[in-house]
């Protein structure tokens, strides 16, 4: 069994825009992936968990942006595994 959510909230004033979000995956171990005879010992993912946000100027017809995302990675089993993502770039539309 498995559930998740996410929530996004966007505000845009003149040239300048400002961005964020939160979201969830979440996953239920089986009682087969915690029953003490089962040989498979694999660890079951628990939680993905990201917030992100966003920065952009528009200078028509080009958008420069900066965003980011923070993410964490639960285990069943007590592992854990964090990251953050940067990047930035520049949009043209024609």
């Given amino acids: 069994m498995h559930h998740g959510y996410l929530a996004a909230a966007n505000y845009r004033a003149g040239d300048f825009e ?3 979000t939160y979201g ?3 996953v239920v171990e089986t009682d ?4 003490p005879s089962n040989p498979v010992k694999i660890s079951v ?6 917030i992100g946000g ?3 100027y528009y200078m028509n017809p080009v ?15 007590g592992e ?5 993502v940067v990047s930035a770039g520049v ?3 024609w």
Avoid at 80 to 84: K, L, P
């Fill in 54 to 56: 966003k920065i952009a």
């Fill in 80 to 84: 854990t595994q964090s990251a953050n």
């Fill in 32 to 35: 087969w992936d915690k029953a």
């Fill in 63 to 77: 958008v420069l942006s900066i965003d980011g995302m923070n993410l964490k990675h639960t285990w069943h089993r």
């Fill in 45 to 50: 993912s628990e939680e993905v968990r990201g």
């Fill in 24 to 26: 969830s995956t979440n």
């Fill in 91 to 93: 949009l043209a539309e």
């Fill in 18 to 20: 400002v961005a964020v």
